[in-house]
């Protein structure tokens, strides 16, 4: 039996309200089939405007065997491309980040114009036409300050996830905030690991005394359902959304994305060990309302986000291997803050820190004991796992509809 046959008889009869089979979070071939079914075709998110303000700043990420550049333009558009040199295949920009005002291969220094087109290449005789020799493009869309890119050929519809979330993220101007602070941790497992340790709190009371300090382990804060019945968190929305802040759950029909502005605990109107703002000057001047929570965004596979009063946190997940994930953290503020005037960066970054330290060694521990021989899928809790079990539903009818739809296109091309 091939591979997608078998995943897809797994995927089939697995058991609703279980984990996954332990090859799906430990197996090289079935890594690279998540590799190749979603994350080279999906929408992905991988920074923010902010992150290049001016033209000719730029920033790389690395998807799986892609390495891709994200550059503002002369016209101040934002695009992303292969970072592979057309000529033999050098990674044109080497790092992380930058700025240049133009792109150039330090192998044999072809350079590339910001809109991808190449404008140099010495000594290629008289007949060769540099028009055919740009950068590849790969699909770049902005919404509210976040950039996504699609690496398909041909990207699915962004139409749906810009009007869910693009009124929702409005009101904080982020692409005109600041990066205060970034970092990246590898996390020892695998992909789908990461994220089923974030859609459940049921580990936090044992696990994140920080976090708890100021954010709510309820379940209907964190998961997909009893939000609108609880009355806290339906006060809540209804005082925002009187102060014109999109408020209520709402989650696209494929499971994908959702978004939802969610009450911290008592007063808090920040993640610090007082609940205390950790920037004086608010995330945006447009927001006329004190204590409006967190904003919760999700886009599956690659990032979930807090988006609060005074900062916001967006967290962005790329696999490494089938059992390595990094994630890279990124705080931002109100462009004009100060450090050391408007906040105090370790008391902005201090509870994520921790948090993601220790989220860090969850997610381990996981893998280790998912390695075991002795392993088999374990039930979630109804009441405390809903996330998880809304993730592992959204990914196990992502790949079936994906395999049995490159299956169809096969047999009809044979």
């Given amino acids: 039996m091939d591979l997608q046959s078998k995943v897809l008889r797994q995927l089939k009869n697995r058991r609703d309200g279980f984990s996954l089979e332990q090859p799906f979070y430990i197996d090289q071939d079935y890594f690279r089939l998540d590799m190749e079914t979603?994350?080279?075709?999906?929408?992905?998110?991988?920074?923010?405007?902010?992150?290049?303000?001016?033209?000719?700043?730029?920033?790389t990420a690395q998807i799986g065997d892609y390495p891709v550049v994200i550059v503002r333009g002369k016209d101040q558009v934002i695009r992303a491309f292969h970072n592979t040199c057309r000529h033999r295949g050098h990674r044109v920009c080497t790092q992380d980040r930058g700025a240049s005002a133009k792109l150039v291969c330090p192998y044999h220094q072809w350079t590339y114009d910001l809109d991808g087109s190449l404008v140099f290449a010495r000594q290629m005789g008289e007949t060769f036409d540099k028009s055919e020799f740009g950068l590849k493009p790969v699909h770049c869309e902005s919404v509210g300050g976040y950039i996504f890119i699609c690496l398909a050929n041909e990207a699915a519809d962004f139409a749906p996830v810009r009007a869910t979330i693009e009124p929702f993220l409005a009101p904080h101007r982020l692409?005109?905030?600041?990066?205060?602070?970034?970092?990246?941790?590898?996390?020892?497992?695998?992909?789908?690991?990461?994220?089923?340790?974030?859609?459940?709190?049921?580990?936090?009371?044992?696990?994140?005394?920080?976090?708890?300090?100021t954010y709510p382990e309820a379940p209907s804060a964190t998961g997909v359902q009893g939000a609108k019945d609880d009355p806290v968190i339906a006060e809540h929305w209804a005082r925002c959304e009187a102060a014109g802040l999109p408020s209520e759950f709402t989650m696209d029909p494929s499971g994908q994305f959702r978004v939802a502005r969610m009450p911290l605990i008592q007063d808090a109107e920040s993640y610090t060990l007082s609940g205390k703002r950790a920037v004086r000057r608010p995330l945006s001047d447009d927001i006329g309302i004190s204590h409006i929570g967190t904003m919760l965004l999700f886009h599956y596979p690659t990032t979930w986000n807090h988006i609060l009063g005074d900062h916001a946190i967006s967290f962005r997940v790329l696999p490494i291997s089938a059992e390595e994930t990094a994630v890279t953290t990124t705080w931002l503020v109100h462009k004009d803050a100060v450090?050391?005037?408007?906040?105090?960066?370790?008391?902005?970054?201090?509870?994520?820190n921790m948090t993601n330290d220790q989220d860090r060694s969850i997610v381990?521990?996981?893998?280790?004991?998912?390695r075991s021989p002795a392993y088999e899928p374990g039930p979630y809790s109804v009441g405390h796992e809903g996330g998880v079990m809304q993730f592992v539903e959204w990914y196990a009818n992502f790949m079936t509809n994906r395999l049995q739809g490159d299956k169809a296109r096969l047999s009809a091309v044979a």
């Fill in 38 to 59: 979603i994350w080279y075709r999906d929408w992905l998110f991988v920074g923010h405007d902010c992150e290049i303000p001016r033209a000719g700043n730029y920033f």
């Fill in 175 to 213: 692409a005109e905030a600041k990066v205060a602070h970034r970092n990246t941790i590898i996390e020892k497992g695998n992909w789908k690991l990461v994220w089923e340790n974030n859609r459940e709190c049921y580990h936090c009371a044992g696990n994140h005394p920080e976090l708890c300090r």
């Fill in 339 to 352: 450090e050391g005037v408007d906040y105090d960066l370790d008391e902005l970054t201090h509870v994520w």
């Fill in 364 to 370: 381990e521990e996981n893998a280790f004991g998912i």
